[in-house]
């Protein structure tokens, strides 16, 4: 259980990324007074929250739906964290686990952030959603592994909401470089847990007998 919950941890901050969003929330929320931003934070970490975890409970039952293989989604989701790994390496954004230029454009001109882009795609991206959907079938019928799974990414919510309350600290404290750094270890580690999923998806296919 110990290993699920450090895997579980690692992939779900890696893919949800509590730090940028902590530090694109100022910049989303200017104009907005203290009370409006705090109901912004919770409203939109609420909602990220309902479709990650819905993603999570039921993910396996549209995949049997969908007539998609556990390695097959194994392989697919550890292309799609390898991809989300590297833009936190190289500290670029390509819109697999943060907004693009144009999601940013609109949502400048939107009144309402919570919805979008802060729900949806920066909290609870494509990344983060595959995340859910992979980590919870690899855990199988095991309990104590499912609820890992599930504690660790209630965690990584809850550790967004307070670092969202925070966002001005924590640009101070870390600034461009500290964001950088501790985005660059995950985004290692994330790479390497990727890569396993490829690994454990081609041999569990059987297209290669190991």
Known sequence: MNETLVIAFTTFF???GPIDVAVMYPVLSRGMTSRQRWRTAVRAVFLASCLLYAFALF???LLDRLGISIPALQTAGGILLFLVGLDMVF???S???STTEDEDREARERKDIAVF???TPL???PGAIGAAILLMTNAGNNLYQQLAVVSSLGF???LTLTLMFMSGQVQRLLGVTGMNVVSRI???LLTALAVQFVFDGIKGSGLINV
Request: hydrophobic residues 60%; charged residues 5%.
């Open 186 to 188: 995950f985004g290692l």
């Open 95 to 97: 819109g697999v686990a």
């Open 14 to 16: 890696a893919t949800i």
């Open 59 to 61: 993910g396996q039952m």
């Open 91 to 93: 500290a670029r954004h």
């Open 156 to 158: 990584v919510l809850l």
């Open 117 to 119: 882009p802060l729900a």
């Open 123 to 125: 909290i609870a991206g």
